[in-house]
């Protein structure tokens, strides 16, 4: 069974020691990817203080962003969006946040509706509200 580790020059790099993903026979494992840019530590839709607590976040704007760094890591693994078999989503603010994101995870599930399982947590790593966590095929 084949068995390795993706890295993606394209993708956000990944805040500690963990691959975008790790290939198992044909499944794909995506590790928890967030909005973050490449190359930075921009996060669309945040706005930060001073200090570097959150004073703003805008879920959408994470939702599209967040959402291009889970298809940079498929295309870069050789998989593609329509196999994406599994999601797992994390958000920190479920009741100010599930609204928007529904309507935008609708908007790039349209044709391919994996399972998908949403989970409000209470924080992430770095000043993010949403991350993803996903398992799609690969031949």
Not at 97 to 112: I, L, M, P
Request: a negative charge; aromatic letters at 8%; glycine letters at 6%.
């Amino acid at each position: 069974m084949k068995d390795s580790k993706v890295v993606s020059g394209q993708a956000p790099e990944p805040v500690g020691l963990y691959p975008h993903a790790r290939r198992v026979g044909n499944l794909l494992f995506l590790s928890g990817l967030g909005p973050r840019q490449k190359g930075s530590d921009l996060i669309p839709g945040v706005e930060l203080d001073p200090a570097g607590n959150v004073v703003s976040h805008d879920i959408e704007a994470q939702c599209h962003s967040v959402f291009q760094n889970v298809r940079t890591v498929l295309e870069a693994a050789g998989s593609s969006w329509d196999r994406i078999v599994d999601v797992t989503v994390f958000l920190t603010h479920m009741k100010q946040d599930f609204a928007t994101y529904n309507r935008v995870y609708a908007e790039y599930f349209a044709e391919n509706q994996p399972c998908r399982t949403t989970v409000e947590i209470c924080s992430l790593p770095t000043p993010i509200a949403i991350e993803l966590k996903c398992i799609a095929t690969i031949e």
